[in-house]
């Protein structure tokens, strides 16, 4: 749902600028309004204690260094948040793809020979989604749930209950399939190879998110922003009253708005695998990984039509069926070398030459 909304923000967003603008839903408004609440009043109460005479104005130019710096530290909080952000974003689109990749090999490399070997075939490409799923509630600190219980028996599900790091047992029962199939003579070393690529990338994505969750931007860096934050805020007052007397309050909470707005969205998507309005839309993503794989085993791979034609055709010999076929090719072996016996004597007449003397020559002669 949440992905659905972004992307219907996102075509919408040049036919409804003024819609958007005053969108509150998806925006850091709640977060910041007591903020901005408590600058507006206390810029209004410096105005009041300016209006009864007392020497509370500053020069507005002793503002000015202050400003460049925080505005530098904030633009540099803002783009490494974004990086956070769009480095999850490309290490999940590159899961759906590996997800993809892998799922289509095992589909039509990975022969069948019976009913059961396609069934568990399916369930190892379902095993892939629980991949996804179990990455996505294990970036989120949550445990094996019910969406998980859906794509793989009883017994395991239970099992990755009890894990520390569910998403790895589940690559460990993907790679030892797909041994296993080897070993049974289902796939050559070098299509095992490839595919052992695949997931090995499945769980390199994993620990990229891995990364990503456990290395946030450096606690005394936010401290101290927030700190000049703060004392930037209320300091502005002081600067603004003289010239702007009762609308001090007003322009200090816009500027506390704007500054407070810009580090709030960067603390948002700093972790971009959780569950607020503008994090990664992992759930959209893992159910479209799901409809991908269901769609895939919609469809009869080359490996099991072929088996089926092969049985057929051995069933349908018998061995009377067996002896007359000997017999016939026998008898049209012993034609056609005899064919070509006379071929090759008739061949060999008509090439040999004729030693006895010519009479034109002869006479010649």
């Known amino acids: 749902m949440a992905s659905l909304q972004a992307s219907t923000l996102w075509h919408q967003e040049k036919r409804h600028w003024f819609s958007i603008a005053f969108r509150w839903h998806s925006s850091v408004i709640p977060a910041i309004l007591p903020r901005v609440i408590l600058c507006v009043l206390f810029g209004t109460l410096i105005a009041g204690l300016y209006a009864l005479g007392l020497p509370v104005s500053l020069p507005i130019e002793s503002g000015v260094i202050p400003s460049l710096v925080l505005s530098l530290l904030l633009v540099f909080r803002t783009n490494t ?92 029962w993907i790679g030892d399939y797909l041994q296993q199939e080897y070993n049974r003579d289902r796939a050559n070393i070098y299509q095992l190879s490839e595919m052992f690529k695949l997931l090995d990338k499945m769980v390199d994505v994993l620990g990229a998110c891995e990364r990503i969750l456990k290395t946030p931007i450096p606690l005394a860096y936010s401290i101290h922003l927030k700190q000049l934050l703060f004392i930037y805020c209320l300091s502005l007052p002081f600067q603004l009253v003289g010239e702007f007397n009762w609308a001090t309050g007003f322009l200090v909470g816009l500027i506390g708005f704007t500054l407070f707005g810009i580090e709030e969205i960067g603390i948002e998507i700093e972790n971009p695998f959780g569950y607020d309005p503008n994090d990664l839309p992992l759930d959209a993503i893992c159910r479209t990984m799901q409809m991908n794989i ?30 007359r076929n000997g017999t016939e090719k026998l008898q049209k072996s012993s034609s056609s070398s005899s064919e070509n016996e006379t071929e090759k004597m008739t061949f060999m007449t008509e090439k040999t030459p004729d030693r006895s003397p010519h009479p034109s020559r002869n006479g010649t002669n």
């Open 81 to 172: 948040a974004y990086e956070r952000f769009w480095e999850g974003r490309k290490q999940w689109g590159m899961l759906v793809n590996t997800v993809r990749n892998l799922s289509r090999q095992i589909w039509v490399v990975i022969e069948e020979n019976n009913p059961e070997d396609r069934a568990t075939k399916i369930g190892i490409l379902r095993l892939l989604v629980a991949f996804a799923v179990a990455t996505k509630l294990h970036l989120r600190a949550e445990p094996a749930n019910d969406e998980l219980k859906e794509l793989m028996p009883k017994e395991w599900h239970e099992k990755l209950r009890m894990m520390n790091n569910p998403p790895l047992e589940v690559a460990f």
């Open 294 to 323: 269901e769609d895939l085993i919609s469809l009869a791979p080359c490996v099991r039509q072929w088996k089926a034609k092969s049985t057929n055709q051995k069933a349908q010999k018998s061995p009377q069926n067996l002896d």
